[in-house]
């Protein structure tokens, strides 16, 4: 509990966020589960620029060097 | 010369490597800047003139060569430097964002969206504004941070009322991470003291409720719409991530609304969101001008890679 009402309306989880139970967020930091080569990846997004956790992203090596420049 | 598509992102920007996978079907020249990685990049912008980018490969996108640019989800470089303080750090990221946000400045190629409009489109109040005036429909809603006045509104509503926040509020440390949601709230919920509702202000919206939950994804004047049934148990879908989505064809006249508020608001691509009342009326909640998609390509098949290629090559 905080002095602030605001504040205490919020959602608290435990981080880092475990990408074995993917929890969708929001838009702006939302968990994604996709199909990337083959293999299920979970990424965790970030806020307009923010910085954020590293997220355990399971890309396979070939996505990673195809598309990065 | 070939005319390309930038892509400005993060590295783990898996929606991102949908499009870039159909602008690759399509044979279009497609140079991706993750710029967790700009250090490793040169960047010359000659003022008044042109700009061009040079990545690590060699390979470069130029002012001249660039067709069209998605300003998707970019992120501060990571910077090799060690030692330095969290000042310092902020000062280096806010020169490489004027410097990046500033390629818009220069030539009238296609972006989506305008950096500026970005962040111009964020402001929820102008939102709700501009979709008043595009016929779309919008709860009654305050800002506030005055606890008697929130009492007045809730019981002006019914008794119930949705709080949220003003934007985006969410923050971690170490341990936890903390967002805030939409809630349904009554006048129980608010506090005692009214100095702890006076400490941050908070948005209160008339409640729809019951009501069909719509992400309409404008890309252009694509609009690609998914819904979610109806649930009394929690107003911000986004906290019940097992519920199902299917592909919905929304009304003429909402259609229009959406795709004159998107090109109101400066902006190429939203996602919407809309709450359909039990007697059908589409209500305007909010939109997010660089919103997610991905999982409504997954779970009601929108072609939202498509439409981005399209209007990226358009």
Excluded at chain 2, 98 to 115: D, F, N, Q, T, Y
Aim: one cysteine or more.
């Amino acid at each position: 509990m905080s002095d602030i009402w605001l504040l205490d309306q919020a959602t608290v989880r435990r981080a880092p966020i475990e990408p074995a139970s993917p929890i969708r967020y929001d838009d702006a930091r939302q968990v994604s589960l996709v199909d990337v080569g083959g293999r299920a990846a979970v990424a965790v997004e970030a806020l307009g620029g923010a910085p954020t956790k590293k997220a355990d992203i399971e890309k396979s090596e070939d996505q990673k060097d195809r598309w990065r420049p | 010369m070939t005319a390309q598509v930038l892509i400005v992102t993060n590295e783990r920007d898996l929606d991102a490597d949908r499009v870039v996978c159909e602008l690759d079907r399509r044979g279009v020249d497609v140079l991706r800047c993750n710029t967790e990685r700009l250090t490793d990049w040169l960047v010359v912008h000659d003022v008044g003139h042109g700009w061009r980018l040079t990545a690590p490969s060699g390979r470069t996108a130029t002012s001249d060569s660039v067709r069209a640019v998605w300003w998707r989800r970019p992120e501060p470089p990571t910077l090799p430097l060690q030692g330095l303080s969290a000042g310092c750090r902020e000062a280096l990221d806010d020169q490489w964002q004027a410097l990046m946000e500033g390629l818009a400045r220069c030539g009238k190629r296609r972006w989506v969206s305008r950096p500026a409009a970005l962040r111009r489109a964020e402001d929820k109040l102008l939102q709700l504004m501009s979709a008043r005036t595009v016929g779309l429909s919008v709860p009654d809603t305050v800002v506030i941070n005055d606890v008697e006045t929130a009492k007045r509104f809730i019981a002006g509503h019914g008794g119930r009322a949705v709080a949220k926040s003003l934007t985006a509020a969410h923050w971690e440390d170490d341990s936890e991470a903390a967002f805030v949601f939409a809630r349904l709230i009554g006048e129980e919920d608010l506090p005692d003291d009214p100095a702890a509702f006076r400490r941050a202000p908070v948005v209160l919206q008339e409640a729809i409720n019951p009501k069909h939950d719509v992400r309409a994804t404008v890309v252009g004047d694509c609009v690609l719409a998914a819904a979610t049934p109806p649930t009394t148990a929690e107003v911000d879908w986004r906290l019940e991530p097992e519920r199902t989505w299917k592909a919905v064809e929304l009304p003429p006249m909402t259609v229009k609304g959406c795709q004159e508020l998107v090109a109101n608001l400066g902006l190429r691509f939203a996602g919407i969101d809309l709450a359909i009342a039990e007697d059908g009326t589409p209500w305007f909640l909010e939109a997010n001008p660089n919103g997610e998609w991905g999982w409504l390509v997954d779970a009601a098949g929108l072609p939202v890679p498509v439409a981005l290629a399209d209007e990226l090559t358009a």
